[in-house]
C-alpha cells in the first residue's frame, strides 16, 4: 500500500471517528438545549397567566369562572404545542378540562378514567415543585405546574401535555447542519492534508527515489536538494553511505593497482631469471588479459590487450596449446609455431588458483 494511501485511510478513519463521537455529543447538547428552550418557554407562559389562576383558586370559588374558562381556551388554540389542559382545585379534582365530562371529578376518578397521561401531578403535588415527564416514545412532555398564593401555599396546578415535535424538528435540523458542516470541513482538511503530505512528503520522495535511480557507479553522487526535514536527514545519510563507498572504492582501486605493480615486477623478476635470453614470455589473467609481457608489443589498442591480439586465428598451434594449457591446470603443454621466418618452441601452462585469481604463462623459445 503506497503511502499517499495510507495517509487517507488514516485521515478518514479518524474523520469518521470523531464525525461520530461529535454527533453523539452535539445530539445530546442539542436535545439539552432544544428541549430546555420548550420547558422554558412553557413556564413562562405558565408564569404570565398564574395570577388570573391563584386569584380565583386562593377565593375558593367552588367552579371555574368565565375568566377562566376564556383564558383556558384562548391558551389551549393560541400554542399549537400544547394538546392538553388539566385545570386542577386544590383537593387536585378537575376545575377545567377541555373534555366538560372530566370537569368536577376527583383526581382519583380522573386518573381511573386516564385523563392524566403520567403521575407528574401526584409528583408535583408531593414535591410541591414543577415535574416534567417524558411519555409517547418521548414525543410529549407530562407538565404539572404547582400554583402558589399567599405564606407560599399550594392553591392548585395546572397540568399540561406538550408536544416535542417543535424541539425535535429543531434537533433534527441542527444534526443535518453538523452534518454537512463535517462533510464540508472534513473535505477542506483532507484537500489541504493531501496538499501538504503530497507536496512535503510524496513529491520530495519521488524526487530522491528518482535521484537514487540516477546515481552513476563513475562519480557515486546523489544529485538531491539539500532540505531541513526527515527527507532530506535521508538524503543526507544516502549520500554519506555513497562518500564511503567511494572512498572504499577507491582503497580497493590503489590496493589492486598496488597488488598488479607487485605482481608485475614479480613477474618481471621470475622471467629474468627463469626464462633464456631470446625467449619471448607472456603472462595473462582469468581473461586472458596481457598482464605481463618480456617484450614489446607493437599493438595499439584502448584498454587492456588480449591474448589475441598477438596471436591471430592464423596461429591455430598456439590457440590450441594454450587451450589446453587452460583445461588442465599445473601441466605444461608444448607445440611449435612460426613467427615470419622464425621457429619457436612454444610451451603454455596455468599456474594454480590463488585466491580465484588464474595466470598463465606461455613461453616461445627460438627452435634451434
Known amino acids: 500500500m503506497r503511502l499517499s494511501l495510507k495517509w487517507f485511510v488514516a485521515y478518514a478513519a479518524t474523520a469518521l471517528y470523531v464525525a461520530i463521537v461529535g454527533g453523539i455529543f452535539f445530539f445530546n447538547m442539542f436535545k439539552f438545549v432544544f428541549d430546555e428552550k420548550l420547558q422554558q418557554e412553557i413556564s413562562e407562559e405558565v408564569r404570565a397567566r398564574a395570577p388570573v389562576m391563584i386569584a380565583a383558586l386562593a377565593a375558593n370559588k367552588p367552579s371555574v369562572t368565565f375568566n377562566e374558562v376564556q383564558m383556558m381556551n384562548n391558551w389551549l388554540s393560541s400554542d399549537d404545542r400544547i394538546q392538553s389542559i388539566i385545570y386542577l382545585n386544590r383537593d387536585a379534582s378537575v376545575r377545567w ?3 366538560g365530562d372530566y370537569m368536577g371529578l376527583s383526581y382519583d376518578d380522573a386518573r381511573s378514567q386516564d385523563v392524566f397521561a403520567t403521575n407528574a401531578v401526584a409528583q408535583a403535588y408531593m414535591k410541591q415543585m414543577p415535574r416534567v415527564v417524558m ?3 418521548s414525543m410529549y412532555y407530562d407538565m404539572a405546574f404547582p400554583l402558589r398564593a399567599a405564606q407560599d401555599e399550594v392553591v392548585g ?19 443535518v447542519r453538523y ?44 544529485n538531491y536538494k539539500e532540505r531541513n526535514d526527515e527527507i532530506g536527514g535521508v538524503a543526507e545519510s544516502v549520500s554519506g553511505f555513497l562518500a564511503r563507498i567511494k572512498k572504499e572504492f577507491k582503497g580497493q582501486e590503489a590496493q589492486t593497482k598496488k597488488k598488479e605493480e607487485t605482481e608485475q615486477l614479480w613477474w618481471k623478476a621470475l622471467l629474468a631469471a627463469a626464462i633464456s635470453k631470446g625467449s619471448r614470455a607472456v603472462v595473462v589473467d582469468n581473461d586472458n588479459n596481457i598482464m605481463f609481457a618480456n617484450f614489446e608489443i607493437n599493438v595499439k589498442k584502448d584498454g587492456p590487450l588480449h591474448l589475441l591480439d598477438i596471436f591471430d586465428g592464423q596461429q591455430s598451434e598456439v590457440i590450441t596449446i594454450i587451450g589446453k594449457a587452460m583445461d588442465t591446470p599445473g601441466k605444461v603443454f608444448r607445440g ?16 594454480p588458483a590463488q585466491e580465484e585469481e588464474l595466470r598463465t604463462m606461455i613461453v616461445l623459445e627460438p627452435d634451434k
Open 135 to 137: 411519555y409517547g416514545s
Open 157 to 175: 396546578i395546572v397540568n399540561l401535555q406538550v408536544s416535542r415535535q417543535s424541539a425535535k424538528e429543531l434537533i433534527s435540523s441542527a444534526m
Open 336 to 351: 611449435e609455431t612460426s613467427v615470419g621466418n622464425t621457429k619457436y618452441i612454444i610451451k603454455a601452462v596455468q599456474l
Open 97 to 99: 378540562h377541555k373534555v
Open 179 to 222: 452534518a454537512s458542516s463535517c462533510v464540508v470541513i472534513f473535505i477542506i482538511m483532507g484537500l489541504i492534508l493531501y496538499i501538504f503530505i503530497y507536496v512535503k512528503v510524496v513529491s520530495p520522495l519521488n524526487n530522491l527515489a528518482g535521484a537514487v535511480d540516477s546515481i552513476s557507479l563513475k562519480d557515486l553522487k546523489l
